[in-house]
């Protein structure tokens, strides 16, 4: 099985970093650095899955691909 992918990038707004897993609905975490809000988002993930599974509620897989965008020039 894969792992979910992790959106990381740099939030103004928030002064650090936000790291996400587009497939779980509302799992996010915030880092002063990337390495931060990667540690954050992992440990979210775990608490995301365990309330998931004691609820009962459907855990989704691993479909979330990132574009990837080339500039032509």
């Known amino acids: 099985m894969t792992d979910y992918h992790i959106n990381i990038f740099y939030s103004q707004e ?4 936000i790291a996400d ?3 779980l609905d509302a799992c996010s975490a915030f880092g002063h ?3 931060q809000a990667l ?3 992992k ?3 775990q608490a ?3 309330a998931a599974r004691s ?7 691993p479909r979330y691909r990132p574009a990837i ?5």
Do not use: C
């Open 14 to 17: 928030d002064e650090g970093y």
């Open 21 to 23: 897993i587009p497939d």
């Open 33 to 35: 650095s990337p390495e």
């Open 39 to 41: 540690a954050e988002v």
């Open 43 to 45: 440990r979210a993930k």
């Open 48 to 50: 995301w899955l365990k």
């Open 55 to 61: 609820e009962g509620k459907p855990i989704p897989r």
């Open 69 to 73: 965008y080339q500039a032509v020039r």
